[in-house]
């Protein structure tokens, strides 16, 4: 079957899984959409990796003579042992969004038995790769068993990863991955490609479902860094979707697994080809897809941040003043496209010998970044042979030394990552919404601390799209008198990190960006809460 035929005059083509099959390949597996991830915690933070060794079976509920009850729902019961197992499970708070998990909505699955004092739940959280889960499972059996009537409690640890915040306005081959992660450094040889690998298996290693998109047409490094059984991408012949390779349980596309080797094509056919390998791809449900994105700020650096809704990006620089220049350009574009820069990496720092540290290349580049960026969290990797012998090999270094300082470090990096990307996503999910009881909008812009409320029918007069305003006169197509006062809007939903599309009654979908949304008259004289009517 060819694939992006209609994009170059190379025809760039793939076995389907039958025609691997009749060769005597092992056809890769199907997507399928995976059950819940149901996990034991039993290792600490450093302590290594353990590879997808937790359990993703569906786990049977725990049977009592008590009715459940789901935490937050309207079928709650009153009962006191009910309400005070709640109360308690209360006191923990989630320190990613700053309330308790009753409120995050954490809590499924509660049982009591009040006669025998035994209390069952299930804290479901949002990412299997959640750092502080163990702390979760062991505060919640602390409060829960101080409560004087209750002998004997189980805790289940499950997640269910969210949804992506905006599925259904995505390409097909996007639309169950939860966060797309960009390891981006605009400058060639700074080690982008081991820091994007091995940040993969160490989420991987953390319980997350992962997959790897090395963006790099030209000279894809994917190939060579890790060592699948099956090196050649297929396509479904019944779906015509491409199906990953796959190596220690992280799906990966790369250009070089499309036997073509590297590509001698233009710009805008690079950014054609890319486009299609990601989007038609089936990646299935991923909590991460890390993307490896190729050097630069052009077309097609632009092309992948404008198709793909990018939840946030890890910078790699090393230290050296020209690293630098060419990195502080690839920030200020993720800045322009709304896509916030959680961490950066700063590669070949340093290297230790005879009792002394030595900084072959200088210092301060990665520091620089964090403070004319304003970036929260920087990570040194120092020069390893073995980092750069594992690169060869085929093997990550996380995977060949787990517990190891590069490992260690990749960690910190992981942990980092998942807790941004909640934040993020949190923020995201909640910057605009409507109170229905005061009949305003309410809008918080990520990364700010204000928050303000607009009257619905203001926002609606101030779209700027075609329908509303003439794009070759300017003249106001939309009238004042168009827009009843009592409009309400139907549906509010984020547009990546820069916009929403609203959904009015008249069936109309307006894009209201953040910054348009901040520079319309707000409401002053808030309105008294009305009933809300069911």
């Keep these: ?3 992006l035929q209609a994009l170059c005059s190379t025809n760039l083509s793939f076995p389907t899984s039958d025609s691997v099959l009749n060769r005597g390949h092992t056809s890769p597996k199907k997507s399928t ?22 359990n993703r079976s569906n786990s049977s509920p725990v049977t009592t003579r008590a009715v459940p009850v789901e935490a937050g729902s309207s079928t709650t019961s009153t009962s006191t042992a009910e309400k005070d197992v709640l109360k308690a499970l209360s006191q923990i708070i989630d320190p990613d969004f700053g309330t308790d998990i009753v409120s995050c909505g954490f809590v499924k699955d509660l049982l009591i038995d009040e006669a025998l004092g035994e209390v069952s739940f299930r804290l479901e959280l949002t990412t299997p790769a959640c750092p502080i889960k163990d702390m979760f499972e062991q505060k919640a059996n602390e409060v829960v068993h101080m409560l004087p009537w209750v002998t004997k409690v189980d805790v289940t640890m499950s997640a269910q990863p969210a949804r992506p915040v905006f599925g259904d306005q995505l390409p097909i081959g996007l639309q169950t991955i939860s966060n797309i992660v960009a390891v981006s450094s605009c400058k060639g040889g700074v080690g982008k490609s081991t820091v994007a690998v091995n940040l993969a298996y160490t989420l991987a290693g953390m319980g997350a479902r992962v997959g790897i998109f090395d963006a790099d047409v030209y000279g894809p490094s994917l190939p060579t860094m890790v ?17 990953p390779t796959e190596y220690l349980g992280v799906k990966l596309v790369s250009f070089g697994f499309a036997g073509q080797g590297r590509a001698i094509m233009r710009g805008p056919m690079v950014s054609g080809v890319i486009n299609q390998l990601l989007t038609t791809t089936d990646w299935g449900e991923l909590d991460y897809l890390v993307i490896d994105m190729p050097p630069g700020t052009g077309d097609i650096q632009l092309t992948l941040c404008q198709v793909v809704p990018l939840t946030a990006a890890v910078i790699v620089t090393t ?34 010998a005879d009792g002394k540290r030595y900084y072959p290349f200088g210092r301060g580049s990665g520091s620089q ?70 009949k305003a909008i309410k809008v918080k812009v990520p990364d700010s601390d204000e928050e303000f409320l607009l009257h619905p029918a203001t926002i609606r007069r101030n779209d700027r ?40 009654p008249d069936g109309f979908s307006q894009i209201a960006p953040y910054d348009q949304l901040q520079t319309i008259e707000r409401l002053v004289d808030v309105p008294e809460p009305s009933p809300v009517q069911a």
């Design 1 to 3: 079957m060819q694939l």
């Design 33 to 54: 959409h995976l059950p819940h991830v149901n996990f034991r915690v039993t290792s600490h933070r450093h302590e290594g990796v353990a590879w997808l060794s937790h």
């Design 227 to 243: 060592s699948p059984d099956n090196r050649l991408l297929v396509v479904n012949p019944e779906k015509g979707t491409i199906i």
């Design 319 to 352: 230290p050296q003043k020209l690293a630098f220049i060419d990195v502080a350009k690839g920030v200020r574009m993720f800045s322009k496209l709304k896509v916030p820069c959680v961490a950066v990496v700063e590669n070949m720092c340093h290297f230790d």
């Design 369 to 438: 970044v964090i403070q004319q960026f304003g970036i929260p969290h920087l990570f040194d990797l120092p020069i390893r042979p073995n980092l750069s012998a594992s690169g060869d090999s085929g093997m990550p270094e996380v995977v060949a030394d787990p517990l190891g300082e590069v490992a260690k470090t990749f960690q910190d990096l992981g942990v980092c990552v998942v807790q941004q990307c909640a934040k993020i996503r949190q923020q995201v999910s909640t910057a605009v919404t409507y109170d229905k009881s005061i």
């Design 465 to 504: 799209s075609a329908q509303s305003v003439d794009e070759w006169t300017g003249e106001q197509k939309l009238q004042y008198a168009d827009v009843p006062e009592d409009i309400e809007p139907e549906d509010i939903r984020p547009m990546g990190n820069y916009a929403v599309s609203i959904t009015w």
